[in-house]
């Protein structure tokens, strides 16, 4: 099986959310699941401005000729520069001219105006890049909206073409708040010539949307988050779309890279841990304490909160429980970067009770991991959450979740309550401050118990978890992959 990836992004070489994590991850995975790929995946990622290869590797280059509505000639040269990454084969589309740009989206002013050109550009070249090696693609993995172009051109401009005409299309949405709506003025920048005045309808084209209709299959990133966006009020205006697609539409839950997030190995933390021998735990939690100008001696519940500073992550219901969670003698150590407005109760909180508050308003690498590992409980409070990475990495370092039951928090975390014997954190529904402050409740009192077992039981459970991509997600794309080439082949 032949894998191409298309994304605009690829950690660690370009970032701004998870998709990035998971392109990385997932493309690495598939590579060791035995069986599955006659080729590691290749993953075509736009060269943008500072992108730095690793150091040392051999970078190939390859000049091609890619259609593009606006050069001289209709073409426009790209260079495709191949790069071993970790486990896959990294291809950067260079194009100066769509993607030497501060941003990759867009700069403080907006979106930039010109984006289905560009990332139309990227599918193209990816497309013309294995034409003019002669290699045929049996699975087009495209990610969110910026890749769903290639769906659009396989139909349409490479329908009869042997290397790219034959692909099955499989498209992960990891956002659906994000379109890629392009106004009926500006489609002409997709490169489908006359056969592009077909799609979308007198406004303009939605590019998620068509990829939805048009792909074998389309997935996302968790079951319980795809049952939530079949309707309207999830859906973000895709939920027809989806329900249209019936079990061609499916949920696979993210992995986790535990190569990466291993506290018996992170270099972040003041001690090593595993599940055998937790005590470098206690010396990871002093460090957070004494770092944070906090007492290390104080044995009061320590909750880690780690996140984006937006409603969605319900910062907004933390910072309104704030208060009456100190006045209980529950400290809480919140890391995240915003909307500063949204933590105005909180930042009041902090001021007064320094010692039991501490509000990091920036991005901090070494300080979320040393929280994961210093905590004794994690907040997860999201209004929704596609899968969600934060509680499955406070559960490999030990750390109980906190969190609302929605998408892939519900998928990944047992209730304590509901299953005591197999329980490995806490949800609660009502997306309220007293529906968080009753949950962390519950959650306090099994800390507190000075019957050690289930708390012992609950931790040792969580860190039992295996979240690895290999184990269970990476397969669940391959079985899809197989399923949609199965789907193409049959017409």
């Known amino acids: 099986m032949h894998v191409v990836f298309i994304a605009a992004e690829c950690e660690p070489f370009a970032k701004t959310g998870g998709l990035a994590d998971v392109v990385d991850a997932l493309a690495r995975a598939l590579g060791h699941v035995p069986g599955g790929l006659a080729e590691p995946v290749e993953v075509f990622l736009p060269r943008y401005r500072g992108l730095a290869t690793p150091a040392g590797a051999a970078v190939a280059t390859r000049i091609v000729r890619v259609p593009d509505p606006f050069a001289p000639g209709g073409r426009t040269e790209a260079a495709i520069r191949t790069v071993a990454a970790d486990g896959y084969r990294l291809r950067l589309v260079d194009v100066p001219e769509a993607f030497d740009r501060f941003g990759y989206y867009g700069d403080a002013a907006g979106d930039f105006s010109d984006n289905e050109w560009r990332f139309g550009l990227l599918c193209r ?260 959450e596609p899968c969600g990475q934060g509680q499955m990495i406070a559960l490999r370092y030990g750390t109980p979740p906190i969190a609302r039951r929605t998408g892939g928090l519900a998928d990944s975390i047992v209730d304590l309550g509901e299953a005591p014997a197999a329980g490995t954190g806490f949800l609660f529904d009502r997306a309220t401050p007293a529906g968080l402050i009753a949950a962390v409740g519950r959650a306090v009192a099994v800390y507190a118990d000075p019957d050690r077992s289930r708390w012992e039981g609950l931790v040792e459970r969580g860190m039992a978890v295996d979240f690895a991509w290999e184990s269970g997600s990476a397969r669940a794309y391959l079985d899809a992959y197989r399923r949609a080439i199965a789907l193409r082949r049959a017409g």
């Open 125 to 384: 070249a990816a497309l013309e890049a294995r034409r003019d090696e002669g290699r045929p693609i049996d699975v087009l993995a495209v990610h969110d909206w910026h890749a769903c172009p290639a769906v659009l051109q396989r139909d349409l401009a490479y329908a009869a073409d042997p290397i790219v005409g034959g692909a099955a299309a499989v498209l992960t949405v990891h956002n659906p708040a994000y379109h890629g709506w392009i106004p009926r003025d500006r489609s002409v920048g997709l490169g489908l010539g006359i056969a592009g005045e077909a799609v979308g309808d007198a406004w303009g084209v939605d590019l998620l949307a068509e990829g939805i209709r048009r792909a074998e299959l389309v997935n996302t990133v968790s079951p319980g988050y795809a049952r939530e966006i079949l309707g309207p009020e999830r859906g973000m205006g895709l939920d027809p779309d989806l329900r249209a697609r019936g079990d061609r539409f499916l949920g696979i839950l993210n992995g986790l890279d535990t190569a990466l997030w291993d506290p018996a190995t992170d270099g972040a933390l003041a001690a090593p841990y595993d599940r055998q021998d937790r005590s470098g735990k206690a010396a990871c939690r002093s460090d957070l304490l004494a770092r944070l100008a906090m007492d290390p001696s104080d044995p009061g519940p320590v909750i880690g909160v780690i996140g984006r500073l937006d409603p969605q992550k319900g910062f907004d219901l933390v910072a309104a429980a704030a208060a009456r969670l100190v006045a209980r003698g529950i400290r809480l150590v919140v890391l995240g970067s915003g909307d500063a407005a949204l933590v105005d109760a909180a930042r009041a909180v902090a001021a007064r009770r320094p010692d039991r508050l501490a509000l990091v308003e920036r991005f901090d690498r070494d300080l979320a991991r040393r929280i994961y590992a210093g905590a004794d409980l994690f907040l997860m409070p999201s209004r929704f």
